[in-house]
Every structure is written in C-alpha cells, then in structure tokens.
C-alpha cells in the first residue's frame, strides 16, 4: 500500500518543526493506534494520522462510491484549515498495485495529552485553554461566510426540519437504546419550543449571527497547545449541517464540557465567546441549541452501536437525557401570580424574579403609567383608574407587554390580583398563542393577616398599591373561583418562606 498526494496542496512541515507545535511529548513515545467512528478510520502512526472513509450510508451521508469519498476528503481538508491549516496536510491515494483504490486525509497528529476532552476528565484548570478557543471561535464566526442560503438555516422551519431528519433515524432505536418516555417529551419540547420561538430565531438571523461554522464543536478535536489551540473535524458532507447560528457552535462545546462533568467550565466558555464576539446569546436559546446538539450526539451513539459499539447504548441514553434536561431548561413560561390585596402577591412576584432573574410586570405599575393623573380608592374598587373599562385596559396593556417578552423568548411573571375568571382565561390563550407554558400561583391569608398588611403597608406609604380593606373585602366577594391554581399560603410565614412555597410549586409544573 503507497500514499501520494493528489490535491497539490499540501502544507506538511518536518517532524521538528511538528513537534515543537504540538508539544513537549517526542514523537518516538506516541504509539501506532487506530480509531473507528461511525464514518471513518485512523490511523495513528508516528507524528502523522491517516484517516480513511467508510463506504457507508446514512440520511445524512453516503460515501459509497470511491469518487464520493474522494471528493469528501478534499472538502474536509479545504474547510478545516479555516481553523488549523497546519494539521491538514493534504489528501492522498491509497494504491494497490498501482491502481488508486481509496483516498485518505493526512494530518499532523496532535499530543493526546492536550486534547481538551482529557484535561477536563483530569478537572485541571481549563480557563485559560477555554478562553483561547473562544477567542479563536469568535475570530472564525466574524470572518465566516454569509448569505441568504446561509441565514435560512438559522430559521424555526430549517430547525424544525432538522430535529425531524435526526428523528427518523433514531427511531429504530427508541425502546431499545433509547428510553421511550424521555424521547416522548424530547420530540414535543422542541417542537413546542421551535414553533413558539420563530421571533427569536429571526432576530438573530437579523443580527448577522447565522453563517458557515464548524457544526460539531467537541472537546475529543480540540488541542490546547503552547502555541496556541487548534480545532479540527468540521463538518464537512453536509453544507445544511455545517450552517447555523455561532450559539449552536458554541453551545456544542458547551454541552460536550457539561457531559465531560464540567458544567463549570461550560459557563466560562459562554461568557468569554459572548464577551469577545461581543454577541448575548438568550438563556433559552442556549438551552434549545444544548439540547439539540446533545440529541444529535445521542443519535451518533445509536448509530455506533448498531456498528457494533456495545457501550455506546450507555451514552446515547445519557446524552438522550442531557437533552431533555436542557429542552425543559429552555421552556418559556408565563407565571401569574395572584391574590387579594395583602396577600402577598406583591412579595412573591417580586421574589420570584429575583430568584429566577424574569422580569415582573404588574397592574399596579401599569395603571400608575397608564393614568397618572386619574384617582382611586380609598372610598371604592371601581372609581378613577380602578373602573371596569380602566382595568380591562390595564390588564390588555399587561398582556400586551408580556407578549412582547414571551415572543423574544424571556419568561415573565404578571403581578395581579387575577381575581376574575375572564381575564385569566385571556391570559391562557396568551400562553397557547407563543407556545409558552402557564403557571398559576395564588397567594391567600386570613383575612385579618391582609388587612393588617394592607394598613401597615398604607401607613408607610410603601409599594403601588392604592388598596384599603374595604376594597380588599370588596374584591374578595367579587372573586371567581381559580382552581387551576397553586395555592400559596402566606398566613403564618416569612417574606422568604413565601417565595420558597412558590419557587417549590413552580419547580414542579
């Protein structure tokens, strides 16, 4: 068997010069191994790796042709020396006889004491390494091609198609290798999630954040090396899978750092791309992107074990869960929180906020900006800013604001008192219509407990609320009944004790 290369393109240095490169590790002590993946085989051998097509077939690839598998190689070559031109050094013939019979990529072989996967299982200090792949992440993505091709495959459709394509080929192995359940909910968080989320998608195809990207981000083909990382296996069969938004890329490496044990490590990584690129990538999108990324490795693992890898069923479960976790993670919800005056809503709004970091809108707010200069109580509940057509319009306004938060993907927590029936039920089509899900709180106490919050609270002067405790007993016969709602007692507890009875009851919807 002989190797010659056949693109002319070769950018091979001496072994020297690789070894000063990649690292202190001479290459006289790296041993001849070979590697198998789903669509390949290397060859590891001295300071080189021969890596070799399989003549396969799937929804994503065929190389069963030998020109297929040529022209593979050169493409790999081509688009990975936008992030490591050293280590790809060409392609060459695999001859037999003097016949070319196969081709294979030829690289530099980098350390394996280097590669990133490695040193996180080690838990050694990862941030500076990390920070020189973000900033090497950020510099690829400003430079990487753009075009309307390219930026529709950011778009809710083009999404929604790829989790599909990925579903049709696990199918097969759900109630096999893959849990029945979990794939259940997984198939209808994410179509939930893309159909709801189109506004969010398109902002970011807006923003230019779209382009030709790397598309399988791992810390198996990253190296930290003295002079620098290098970031090899793009995807190259599949232009469709390469395009995509710079968080998918990096919410790729993301969610392979967190299966590796180091979540902690993943956040960093996130921060410094976003500071660097100068780019916020929103909670929820980070979390669709995670869970779309874990569900296409999960997919990979299917795919090895039906080759033949009797433990990768472990870690297509594994990965099957990591995506379910992160879809739940980005769901986007609408919380009401309501109750009489002096039930503590108010309180509960507000630490429900704090604690997850939504923003709370609230009718008291809105009312004071609707109409400053009208009255209300002390004398009724339906006078001055408090009259029916002033609070309808006030609640519109309420949910009006919250649509705008829902559609751009950010929770929200809507402060008010939610007593009638009608405007909760305006609040669940809301819901429906952004594909958000609902959570329903009502807070209550004694009655004696509100009013004397209530009057505590008017004696200070503290807070928006207009109420007295005849409006709050007015409220209180006026109520329709709610009981799709959590109940908050407040009666005997804290300001903390409170908000944690809801953070429980929200944890469990």
């Known amino acids: 068997m002989e190797m010659a290369p056949v693109d002319g393109s070769s950018t091979s240095r001496s072994p020297e010069e690789g070894d000063r490169a990649a690292g202190p590790d001479p290459v006289g002590s790296w041993p001849t191994t070979v590697a198998e993946t789903h669509v390949s085989l290397l060859f590891f051998v001295g300071d080189r790796v ?15 042709r030998r020109e297929a598998r040529r022209l593979d190689c050169e493409r790999e070559v081509r688009l990975n020396r936008r992030l490591a031109p050293d280590v790809y050094l060409g392609v060459a013939d ?36 990390l920070h020189q792949v973000a900033g090497t992440l ?9 075009s309307p091709d390219i930026s529709a495959a950011g778009s809710g459709e083009a999404q929604w198609a ?14 096999t290798v893959l849990d029945e359940s979990t794939e259940e909910e997984i198939r209808r968080l994410a179509e939930r999630w893309t159909s709801g989320r189109h506004a969010v998608l ?13 598309g399988d981000l791992q810390a198996e083909d990253i190296f930290c090396l003295d002079d620098g990382v290098r970031i090899l296996d793009c995807i190259e069969f599949s232009d469709r899978l390469r395009y995509g938004d710079v968080c998918a890329d990096a919410a790729f490496l993301a969610m392979d750092l967190e299966r590796l044990g180091r979540a902690d490590a993943a956040v960093r990584f996130l921060a410094d791309y976003q500071d660097l690129a100068g780019d916020h990538f929103p909670d929820v999108l980070v979390h669709y992107y995670c869970a779309s990324r874990a569900y296409v490795r999960a997919k990979v693992c299917c795919l090895r074990y039906e080759q033949g890898d009797r433990e990768a069923d472990v870690e297509a479960r594994q990965l099957q869960e990591l995506a379910r976790r992160h879809l739940r993670d980005a769901r986007v919800r609408m919380v009401l929180v309501g109750g009489l005056p002096g039930s503590g809503k108010t309180t509960v709004a507000a630490g429900i906020g704090a604690a997850t970091g939504w ?27 408090y009259d029916p057509v002033a609070t309808q319009s006030v ?30 039920r305006a609040a669940r089509a809301l819901a429906d219509r952004t594909r958000s899900d609902l959570v329903e709180l009502r807070c209550e106490a004694a009655p004696v407990v509100e009013d004397r919050r ?14 007295t405790p005849e409006v709050r007993a007015a409220m209180a016969r006026a109520t329709d009944p709610w009981p799709s709602a959590a109940t908050i007692d407040t009666t005997g507890t804290t300001p903390e004790q409170a908000v944690g009875l809801a953070l429980e009851a929200l944890s469990q919807v």
């Open 50 to 64: 021969y890596k070799v097509r399989k003549p396969v077939q799937f929804g994503f690839v065929d190389f069963r």
């Open 94 to 129: 695999v001859v037999l006889e003097g016949e070319p019979v196969d081709h294979m990529v030829v690289m530099r072989r980098m350390p394996e004491g280097r590669r990133l996967a490695r040193l996180a299982r080690r838990r050694v200090g990862l941030d500076g390494c």
């Open 138 to 146: 950020a510099e690829f993505h400003a430079g990487a091609d753009r």
């Open 162 to 175: 790829a989790w599909q394509a990925n579903f049709a080929e696990t199918a097969p192995f759900v109630g």
């Open 202 to 214: 398109d902002r970011r195809i807006e923003e230019g954040r779209v382009c030709d990207g790397h």
């Open 359 to 385: 923003p709370v809108l609230s009718t008291d707010e809105v009312r004071r900006q609707t109409f400053p200069t009208e009255g209300g109580p002390p004398g009724g509940h339906l006078g001055g800013r």
């Open 395 to 424: 609640y519109l306004e309420l949910l009006r604001r919250a649509e705008h938060s829902l559609a751009s993907g950010e929770s929200v927590v809507l402060d008010a008192s939610w007593t009638g029936a009608e405007r909760r």
């Open 454 to 467: 209530i009057a505590r609270r008017l004696s200070r002067g503290t807070g928006p609320s207009e109420a």
